[in-house]
């Protein structure tokens, strides 16, 4: 069978079955055109490239759970319709936060609103964090949490103070994928 020459339903069917050759040939078929329609979207090249991504590593991930009602084509659409919604939102939601805490810093006192801000945010960084792999997010969580130096870390989770940091390192870099470059500051302020 020619790879290349298969309908987007006989790849799909081979995907299921983790067919490598079926992720390439989708991948190669759609990447292009689902970077374009993110990019018009966000205006941002970076950020379009996290989302597509982000969706062909579910894709890949999930294939044999995936359940198409619609064409291959639609359901890539969409997905990436909504993944950068989402990412739209998320980033409202930072720069309501940050305009909040600026006011709280000038101000000295929150407002009810900027709470409950604070707290969707603070929500949905713990949700972040839940989703790293157990190794990173332990030791993201003695960094972040419990304030402890990498060398204590290295200590407690009897690895070396490199793997304390390259865990670290990576748990910010999927962190910015998810919220920006303003998750540093962020994750510094949430207990």
């Known amino acids: 069978?020619?790879?290349?020459?298969?309908?987007?339903?006989?790849?799909?069917?081979?995907?299921?079955?983790?067919?490598?050759?079926?992720?390439?040939?989708?991948?190669?078929?759609?990447?292009?055109?689902?970077?374009?329609?993110?990019?018009?979207?966000?205006?941002?090249?970076?950020?379009?490239?996290?989302?597509?991504?982000?969706?062909?590593?579910?894709?890949?991930?999930?294939?044999?759970?995936?359940?198409?009602?619609?064409?291959?084509?639609?359901?890539?659409?969409?997905?990436v319709r909504n993944k950068t919604i989402d990412m739209i939102n998320r980033g409202r939601l930072a720069k309501n936060y940050l305009a909040s805490l600026d006011s709280f810093i000038d101000h000295g006192q929150y407002v009810t609103d900027d709470q409950v801000r604070y707290n969707e945010f603070a929500a949905l960084i713990d949700q972040e964090i839940s989703k790293l792999p157990q190794n990173i997010r332990e030791t993201f969580q003695l960094s972040r949490k419990t304030n402890l130096s990498y060398k204590e870390i290295a200590t407690e989770m009897n690895i070396s103070d490199d793997s304390v940091k390259k865990r670290i390192s990576k748990a910010l870099k999927i962190l910015r994928v998810k919220f920006g470059a303003s998750i540093i500051i962020l994750v510094n302020i949430f207990p």
């Open 1 to 79: 069978m020619n790879i290349h020459k298969s309908s987007d339903q006989e790849l799909m069917v081979l995907l299921k079955a983790k067919d490598h050759a079926a992720f390439t040939e989708i991948y190669n078929r759609y990447w292009a055109i689902l970077f374009r329609h993110a990019r018009r979207m966000l205006h941002d090249e970076d950020e379009a490239a996290d989302v597509v991504q982000e969706i062909f590593t579910q894709i890949w991930k999930k294939s044999a759970d995936i359940q198409i009602t619609t064409t291959l084509s639609s359901y890539l659409y969409t997905t």
